[in-house]
Each structure stands twice: as C-alpha cells, then as structure tokens.
DNA sequence: TCAAAAGTGTTTGTGGTACACCCATGG
DNA sequence: CCATGGGTGTACCACAAACACTTTTGA
C-alpha cells in the first residue's frame, strides 16, 4: 500500500460492528483478500479520503459493509502504534456500531468474504484487530450499564423478553424480570405499538422507543 | 478501494493540561507565533514523528511545554474534520493531561508564550481548540465523578481540605466536609505521612497516595 | 482566651435486590 | 384443560445525604 515517502502516517478507520443474532452477540468479519495477513479475519476498515470526516469514513465502511445507514456509530480510540502495520505507519481510528438487522452482509473490495462471528468464538485476527475488539466490547458493556444504547441492537418494535435477552447476552449475566421491568418502566423510553406477538402462550405487547427519548442516563456519583 | 494519490492527513497530537492554581481551575495554553491564528492562543500540540507512537508525542509534547514527565495521560477523543485546520488536512489526537506542581512553563519552538488560564476566563482560542477543550473539561468532571483521578491534580502530600476544595473547584459545587471524608476513607487509597501542617488554626494531617491503590473505581450501574 | 481551621457520628430517606404467583392464549 | 410464556408487588438492606458541635493550635 501506500509507502509513506513523507512521513505523515496514513489514517484509517475500522468500524467494530455488534448484532444480536441466534440469542448470541456476533461481531462483523472481513476476510482479507491481499497481503499482508492474507486470508485472515479483520474488523471491516479502510483509508480516509481527502475531503471526508472521519465519522463520515467510517459510515462509508459501514455501509459498504452491511448496506446499513443512520445506525448508532461512536468513536470508540485512536490506535497508533508505529508497527501496528507491517506495510507502514498507520493510525487508525476506530468506531463501534450497533446494528439491529442481521441482514445480509456485503463484501467491499477489499475482502473476500464477510461474516458475523460470536464475540465469545472468534478466530485469529490481523494486525492488532483483537485488542481493538476487545476494547469494543468492554466499551459496550460498560455503555449498557449506564445508558440505553442496547435498544439499538434490537429491531424496532421488541417484547420486554427479547429485551431482557439482549441485555443478558451482551452483559453475559441473567437479570431479574420484575426489576427490569421496573427499571425500564422508570426510565420511560418506551411506548406500546399496539400490537402483540402470536406465539405460544400468552401473547406480548410490543414496543418501540420514544422518538423523544434520552439514550444517555447519567449514572449517580460513585466518588466522592 | 481508491488508492488514487492524495496526501494522507497529517497526523498531530493536542493536549489539554489541566492544574489546579490559585483556587482554580487552569489550563496551560500557547500563543502562537505563525499563521494561521498568529497571536491566537492554542492547546499545546505537534505532529506525530515518524517512529513515535500516539501517547509517546502526546508525553512529548507535555514535556516540551511544561517539562514534567510521569503524569496522568489519557486519551481523549480524536478530530478530523477536513477543514479544521485551513492549511490542509490535519487529523489531530486530543490527550488530556493532569499535572499538579503549578511550574514554571517553557514555550516550544512553535509558542511565543505560554502562560495558564483559568477554565472560567479563557481567551479566543485558534482552530477547533474551544471545542476540544470544552470536551475535555467535561471528560475530566466526569471522571472525578466516579474516579480517583483528581488526586493527580494535587502536589504528592496534602490536606484533606485541601483536597476537599480540589474537587469542589473542578466539580463547581460544594461538598459535604463529613461524607467527603467518609467516602475518602472507605475508599482507603490515601496514607498519612506522619506530618501536619503547621498553620493558623489547628494543624492538618498530610496524606499521600498509597501506590498500590486502585485509580478506577467502577460504578455501580445505573440501567438496566 | 480568642480566632481559626481540623476533626468527628447519627438519623433519615431512597434506591437496589431478592423473591413467587396469577394471567392469557393456542393446541 | 394443560402447557407455555407474559405479566405483576413487596419486604428488606445498604448506601447516600443532611446536619452541628468539639478539638487543637497560634497569636
């Protein structure tokens, strides 16, 4: 790729992307195509362009990824190791989105093949894309504890029970329904659609969030 | 993907020093001496070097302006938008810094001055600097809240007082002398050196930092 | 002996956690 | 009528917040 002959690094961004799918929380895998790391697993990424923000890179990548827009997308840490990159020097910023379709993944130029993975099986990454991973996934957890940003991992309309789940599987813990329920209620993020799952047993009301809704709850102070 | 032949944006660091002086809380900023902003105060900052990592240019940098090593150092956030710098694209790394002997300041080669400034009284800054700082003071009140990092403000011994008003100046707002020093007690990070204070009034224990103490202190989750 | 700052406990309220049964529907 | 998943309330405990007086020293 590109030798840097003037010594600024290269910019890239890498978007970490989470979805629940088959009651399991899956990341988003590109297989590289080229050298170096060829035929290994990464976190979908690419350069900057000249004239684009770095949000707006990593929504490109995004989109270029799964087909995906207006999805939740933060900035997550700047990584820039000066041999994190055996072709030169790269600094990549990465980003963490939450998507809520498992929909069909696209593969971009720059990949084989795409697939989600579980966070809890994932195979050998490039470059230093598992401690990226890793800090993604400590960031998510630790941002469900404080805000509501796990709604974003679900379809629009939802049970309390699908919820719940999702909450347990990203926190890896069981929770307490009544407490939950109650939290959630508290919270009044969401409203009732109307409808109602027809499974077995007793049907579930369904429910979206509040277009007015905050999604970031601020927690008491622990200290001092 | 369009590896047509464009610059890559520079890479540089910036970083916002914070201290407590004078019952204040200030930040160390430079005024610069070329254009663009000739004259215009700016947060400390360069360009990243060839073989140096992030937070390696981001210490040097700390270094160069106030000369002191081994402080507080994190990462804060990075901005990249392509017309924040009108020279051409700059992608800058913000780091905020904690320092706490109120020492003599050295202006680098890129600063005609250097000089403190309260966080309440700042001047007209150059580039998206008011932005990075705005976004820095609010991670470090953040962190107060459920960290002990406020204790890097502080010279290595001091009062509980005095460390009472540390927080009450960064927070703005007045803290409750009893459950201050209760919460500050069960936190069990602090041990005394032994020596007072030898003032008007009665004297005052010194305490320090015990090394092995635990600078995060993990929050208790607030949702679900 | 007075002024100045340090130091010290208790009470009250709120929020967190643990816990078990009845309800609505489809087969 | 039974199996399945949905939905509901209370009691206890721990921590947070509010609050005022005594102690030690220097001048």
Redesign the pocket.
Known sequence: MAQTRYHYPATSVDVVIFTLRADDLQVLLVRRKHAPFEGRWAIPGGFVEADESLEAAARRELKEETGVRDVYLEQLYTFGDPKRDPRGRVVTVAYLALVSAPLAVQAGDDASDARWWSVYKLPSLAFDHAKILQYALQRLRYKLEYTAAGFQLLPPSF????IQKAYEIVLGEPL????F???IA?ADILEETGA??????????LYRFRDDAVAEVKT???FP
Chains 1, 2 share one sequence.
């Open positions: 049970t309390l029970t699908e307490d329904k009544r407490n329920r109650r939290r508290e109602s799952t027809l499974s077995r047993g007793r049907p579930a009301k008491r102070r622990l």
